[in-house]
C-alpha cells in the first residue's frame, strides 16, 4: 500500500513563505516523477510543478520565479518552496507521484493541505 501525505500548508500574508512536504511510503520499488497540483474553489485543478527522477523541473507559467520544486530521491519526499505568495495562490495543494511499487505502474495522490494567502 501506497501513501503520499503532504504537510506545511496554512494561512500567510501576501508576500510571504510556505514550504510543502510531501512523503510517499510503502512498497515502493522506484518513483519516476513527483509533482504538486492544486485546486481553488470554483476551478479546475491545475499543475503547478513537477520534477522527475532525474531532476529536471517544470513549472506553471504562473508560479514561474516565485516556487520552487525539489525532491529528495533517498527519502521518497518532493517539496515545494514558495515565495513571493499572491491571494491567488490560494488553493488546496496536493502531491502526486508516479511510481512503481510492488503492485507495479501506478499514480498516486496525497490528500491535499490548504494554503490561504491573505491580501
Known amino acids: 500500500q501506497v501513501q503520499l501525505v503532504e504537510s506545511g500548508g496554512g494561512l500567510v500574508q501576501a508576500g510571504g513563505s510556505l514550504r510543502l512536504s510531501c512523503a510517499a511510503s510503502?512498497?515502493?520499488?522506484?518513483?519516476?516523477?513527483m509533482a504538486w497540483y492544486r485546486q481553488a474553489p470554483g476551478k479546475q485543478r491545475e499543475l503547478v510543478a513537477v520534477?522527475?527522477?532525474?531532476?529536471?523541473?517544470n513549472y506553471a507559467d504562473s508560479v514561474k520565479g516565485r516556487f520552487t520544486i525539489s525532491r529528495d530521491n533517498a527519502k521518497n519526499m518532493v517539496y515545494l518552496q514558495m515565495d513571493g505568495l499572491k491571494a491567488e495562490d490560494t488553493a488546496v495543494y496536493s502531491c502526486y507521484a508516479l511510481l512503481t511499487s510492488s503492485s507495479g505502474w501506478g499514480n498516486y495522490w496525497g490528500q491535499g493541505t490548504q494554503v490561504t494567502v491573505s491580501s
Open positions: 510503502g512498497s515502493i520499488v522506484s518513483i519516476n516523477r
Open positions: 520534477i522527475l527522477s532525474g531532476g529536471s523541473t
